[in-house]
């Protein structure tokens, strides 16, 4: 499970048919604190907006998440975060 913000959304003209209904948004991952490059991530929790810091899954969980519908899908937002607490060293 990996962390990030949203940072848009993404509106598409075509999509798979196991997409329908999924909303699909522009995640910006963090790695050891500091922001990435930008993915595109379905939206399991189907409440996220921009600016949310959530949990994300990739790879074959990311598609699992939705049972058998299993949508084409290399990233999922999974839930949110609220806050966090960092130890200092």
């Known amino acids: 499970m990996f962390t990030g913000t ?7 003209t075509r999509k798979d048919a196991r997409l329908q209904g999924i909303p ?15 993915l595109v991530a379905c939206d399991a929790t189907r409440q996220a907006g921009v600016g949310d810091f959530v949990t994300y899954v990739t790879s074959k969980e990311a598609a699992l998440l939705f049972g ?9 937002i999974t839930g949110f975060i609220d806050g966090y607490n960092i130890e200092a060293r």
């Open 68 to 76: 058998e519908l299993a949508p084409p899908s290399d990233a999922t």
């Open 24 to 38: 699909l948004l522009l995640l910006r991952p963090l790695e050891e604190g500091k922001r990435t490059r930008l």
């Open 6 to 12: 949203v940072a848009g959304t993404v509106v598409t």
